[in-house]
C-alpha cells in the first residue's frame, strides 16, 4: 500500500524490451534506496511493481502486458523521470490516502491553467469512471493523492496543484493530450458499487 506522496523523480538509466516484458533500471535516491530488498514493492508513476534486481541505488523491474497496455510505462524509455514512492510501513505517516498502486486505466489533460503558483490541470476520463469521481474527494493521478476540484458530466474533473507537489512530480510538464495514469479511491469504488448492488436487488423484489 503507498500514501500517495510521492518522494521525487528518478530517471530510468537502462531499458530492455524483450517479448511482452519491459525490463527496466531506475536510478533512485540513497534514501529511497536504504534497505530495499528483493521482492519489495515500488510505485513508478502510480503503477505497483516487485523489486528484481538491485546493486547499490540502482534498482530494476519488470512491467509485462498487462501493465504495459493499461499505464503509461508502455511509453518508457531511457532518460525518462518517473515518480516514485515506496510502500507504506506500519507506523510510516499516511499524509495523502490509500492507494495501492493499481491503475485502471488512464486520463488525458484536456486543459492546463494557472492561477499564480497553483498549477490547475483537467483531466479527461471514460464517462463511466466519474460516479467514482467526486467533488471533494480523492484521486490518484501517477500515484499521487490530489483532491478532486469541479466534475463536469462530459467524463472530466480538475485538481489544483501547490509548488510544492509540481516540483515532486511531472505535472508541471504536462500538455494537453499528455496521458496519466489513474487509480480511483478504492474506498469510493466499494461505497457505489455496493448501494448500486443494493439498489438493484430491492427494484427486483
Given amino acids: ?55 547499490g541505488t540502482l534498482a ?9 497496455s493499461h499505464t503509461t510505462l508502455g511509453e518508457l524509455e531511457r532518460g525518462r523521470l518517473l515518480s516514485v514512492e515506496r510502500s507504506v510501513r506500519v507506523g510510516d505517516e499516511l499524509g495523502g490516502h490509500d492507494v495501492f498502486g493499481h491503475v485502471i486505466g488512464t486520463g488525458t489533460v484536456a486543459a492546463v491553467g494557472n492561477v499564480g503558483a497553483q498549477l490547475d490541470l483537467t483531466i479527461a476520463v471514460p464517462a463511466a469512471w466519474m460516479k467514482y469521481i467526486l467533488h471533494k474527494g480523492f484521486v490518484a493521478l501517477d500515484g499521487s493523492s490530489l483532491t478532486v476540484g469541479n466534475v463536469y458530466e462530459d467524463g472530466r474533473f480538475e485538481v489544483h496543484l501547490i509548488p510544492e507537489t509540481q516540483r515532486l512530480t511531472n505535472f508541471a510538464n504536462k500538455r494537453v493530450g499528455d496521458r496519466v495514469n489513474v487509480e480511483l479511491d478504492p474506498r469510493t469504488v466499494a461505497i457505489v458499487d455496493t448501494v448500486e448492488r443494493v439498489l438493484a436487488q430491492r427494484l427486483r423484489m
Fill in 60 to 68: 530494476s523491474f519488470d512491467a509485462v502486458a498487462e501493465t504495459l
Fill in 1 to 55: 500500500m503507498y500514501s500517495g506522496i510521492t518522494r521525487g523523480l528518478f530517471p530510468v538509466v537502462e531499458l530492455e524490451r524483450r517479448a511482452g516484458v519491459v525490463h527496466f533500471t531506475v536510478e533512485l535516491s540513497p534514501e529511497l534506496a536504504r534497505g530495499l530488498e528483493l521482492g519489495a514493492s515500488v510505485a513508478f508513476d502510480g503503477t505497483c511493481l516487485t523489486v528484481v534486481a538491485i546493486a
